[in-house]
């Protein structure tokens, strides 16, 4: 290992024992390590190949990697693959809730790819859903990840991967929840608890998976024998979406106002199941501003389980996307097919939701 010395030996600065960025390249990482470049750097960049060096080997390159400072040569590593190793991410709105659970596993898998992304919010503004992709495509992205954001209005080059869309189209990914199961989850539990008489919260029209949600419901509730009272179904609408100085948010005011128009015409029903949790919140606000009960009176359940949902007073009952592994599954698959355009790619992968039953649902009221 003489000659290994030498190259930790080169690669410190003077006085302080670190190495200087971008000092350290591969071929002196391998030569210290007494490995080859290729082991060095699939162990590196995270490639699947990488599970078949033993863990100890791969562990001991991570360990040098970081006491060398080694930095990898991004620029050099795009010219070889003809890729900008950078991705584009669209959304609606970058607000607590539905992205920031999706968009916590697409980061911890394209950090891993060491791969950069771009995130545009859109805001549901049909000039902004065609114009950003054209920005992102001239920054050369590899591809494209898309957040409940519909593809047919979006016409590029490279590789596609659609969460909570819905999109057809060549050159696409879907990833989508079993909307079917998440209706029957929920809608059994509220029969088992006495509910007859639900009312239903329907998400905006702009949103793909309202609509998908909304059919699963209603055929359910067929299959169930549960009558859905029309004077019962109460629609969000987008005015809950803000921006304001440049962030956008998305308040409980979007469920708060159908839950008050709703209370306002009738009070015939003892639960609600609502579009998400946010809305399920602002409708808990709702009711308890009417003198009601959650869930004494009319029990709530919502739909996501964002972090909040388990710290709502009272805790909120809701269908459960698996949002994280959304985000990670739509990373590793928008990866897969920039490294392999060539090959056949799934057209739509389903994830499976999961009841979290709390303090929001209870006994129907006699």
């Known amino acids: 290992m003489a000659k290994g010395k030498s190259v930790v030996t080169e690669a410190k600065s003077a006085g302080n024992g670190t190495a200087e960025p971008g000092h350290i390249n591969l071929r002196m990482l391998a030569e210290h390590l007494g490995l080859s470049q290729t082991t060095v750097s699939l162990v590196l960049n995270n490639s699947p190949s990488a599970r078949s060096i033993p863990d100890e080997t791969r562990e001991r390159v991570r360990k040098a990697a970081r006491e060398l400072n080694y ?29 920031t659970r999706v968009m916590s596993g697409v980061v911890a898998e394209l950090t891993a790819a060491h791969y950069f992304y771009f995130t545009a919010c859109h805001d549901w503004n049909k000039e902004l859903i065609e114009q950003y992709p054209r920005m992102l495509v001239e920054r050369a992205v590899d591809g494209f990840l898309l957040l409940n954001t519909p593809a047919e209005a979006i016409q590029v080059p490279v590789p596609v991967v659609a969460i909570s869309a819905h999109s057809s189209g ?13 209706a029957k989850q929920a809608l059994t539990h509220l029969y088992e608890l006495g509910h007859r008489d639900i009312a239903f919260m329907r998400g905006p029209r ?12 209603q055929k359910v509730a067929r299959v169930m024998g549960l009558k859905i009272d029309p004077a019962h179904v109460v629609r969000m609408d987008a005015e809950g979406w803000s921006m304001k100085a440049g962030q956008h948010t998305m308040a409980p005011e979007i469920g708060y106002r159908p839950m008050k128009a709703l209370l ?16 399920a919140i602002g409708a808990i606000r709702a009711l308890k501003d009417a003198g009601l009960g959650v869930p004494e009176d009319v029990s709530v359940v919502g739909f996501d389980d964002i972090q909040s949902a388990a710290f709502s007073t009272p805790s909120l009952t809701t269908v459960r996307q698996p949002l994280t592994e959304m985000g990670r599954r739509g990373a590793q698959l928008l990866l897969e097919r920039i490294a392999h355009k060539d090959r056949e ?17 209870g006994a129907a009221k006699k």
């Open 345 to 361: 790619h799934a057209v739509e992968i389903i994830m499976a939701p999961e009841l979290i039953v709390r303090e929001s649902t």
């Open 71 to 99: 930095r990898p040569n991004y620029f050099a590593r795009s010219l070889r693959q003809s890729r900008s190793m950078s991705v584009g991410v669209l959304a609606p709105d970058l607000s607590e809730g539905y992205f």
């Open 170 to 182: 060549q050159n696409i990914t879907n990833i989508v929840l079993d909307h079917e199961s998440a």
């Open 264 to 279: 306002e015409r009738s009070r015939d029903f003892t639960a609600i199941f609502c579009f998400n949790d946010i809305a």
């Open 206 to 217: 702009a949103i793909p998976d309202s609509e998908f949600r909304w059919e699963s419901i």
